[in-house]
């Protein structure tokens, strides 16, 4: 048990330039013994590469990082990521030991293993203890391969757990668990944690403190979070303060159905314009998207719309019909990480107006949309490694910004992005509705589908149809009970 109140791990003016740019200013940061200390910016404040190099992934231009009170010493930090790093033909047990076979210290015996796995696993979770050792980490649910990070993490040590963005694709339940076990670690190892997200909901469920980084400088530096109102917050971070939605009720030409969703479960007109949400885990909506994005071919739902096929054969078919897509799963389902920003933009005006050959005008064509998005990017020959999450989520609905588009797939789009950001997001999908186009939108936050949709398709975690909610029967708690996702 660690004394509560220790300092853990401490940065203290830490400075990093990529090339001209000045991404750290002098960034403060100290994490202390039995705290969950919530680390807060906006995209591109500079979070991701002061976590980059507190873990060593790159080197500090300048400044200081202690762990505890020795100077230099490598603090034994580790990170989950949304997006987990199990190797999922291995078990759980497997999963576990491997990184204590790196660590110098080899498990052969599978024995061995499995006691050590079961040691690092119990203090989370007595049940999964008991019962998924054997398990492949293929047949975890996200909760459960979240808390074996966890757990495996722990076993080597690590005094600081940061997570980052761990609630995006759990339930309002596992939410709750995930949270439970995260207090209960704290108070009984004294371990510090760090939550990166942008939900101000949870943070302020979760978290004792936070600290505020801006432009590469830290504003607020470990302060009780009690004593910061949500506009406080919103004010250091630089990002407007909420605006009030005036959500009318809209009306649609009956006779303008664009389209008709027919699925096994549920047969759904879509009108010109309409702003049709998608809510609940990911088995039912991404069925239903991977129709219309023209990759599922075997899903079970099918489309009646005129001059359409049933369902779109390629994703070049979708695009040629006139449908967009932007997926929140940036690495794998958008960007072209190898290719400079100017590609990236511009990917699907090229497939859908068959331009083979690279036009000098289409320079001014991306600067434009990068300027009208608000896209904060050195170059536009850089490669999209060089964004910010945030501004990575801008640059794929850049592509489609300004095409006329009879349907629009929006996957997720706000995963990871500031809450300023998805004001912007907002008002593009308001936009693109208001010119006629159908918008069709899957959101695991289900207040953001209230506030913007005119109807929502609830899914339970099996991914069955549990209703199609008209916008007179929107309610926080009807939906969070149909999909079992937190409101
Ligand atoms: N290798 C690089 N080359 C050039 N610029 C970079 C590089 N890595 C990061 N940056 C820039 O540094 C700035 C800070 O990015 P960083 O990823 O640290 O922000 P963040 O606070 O984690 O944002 P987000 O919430 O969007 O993930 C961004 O403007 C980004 O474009």
Redesign the pocket.
Known sequence: MLDADLPLLSVRNLQKS??A?R?LRGVNFTVRAGQIHALL??????????IRIMTGGIRKDDGEIMLGSQRGAEPKIAIVHQELALVQDLSVAENIAMVHATAGLTIVRAGQRAELAYNALALLDPHLARSALHRKAADLSMHEGQIVEIARALSIGADVLLLDEPTANLTAGETERLFAVLRRLVRETGIGIVFVS?RMKEIRQLCDVCTI?RDGLTVVDATPLDSLTDNDIMQQMGQPGAREVAHSRRRFDMAEAGLVLKGAEAVIPIHKGQILGLAGSPAGPSQVIALLNGTGRSSSWSLDAKGWPARPASPRDAVALGIGYVSGDRRHKGVLAQLPIVDNVLASRRVREKRYMVRASERRECLDLVHALKL???SIR?LP???????QQKLLIARWLGMSLRLVVFEEPTR?V?IGTKRDIYDLIRRMAEEGTIVVWWSTENVELLELCDEILAFDTDGRVKGLLPHDRFNEDALADLTGMAA
Not at 41 to 50: C, I, P, Q, V, Y
Not at 385 to 391: A, E, Q, R
């Open positions: 990529f090339g740019t991404v910016g906006g995209n591109g404040a500079g979070k991701s590469t002061m942008h980084i904060k990017a050195g850089d490694s060089t964004l910010s999450g945030g501004n990871g500031d």
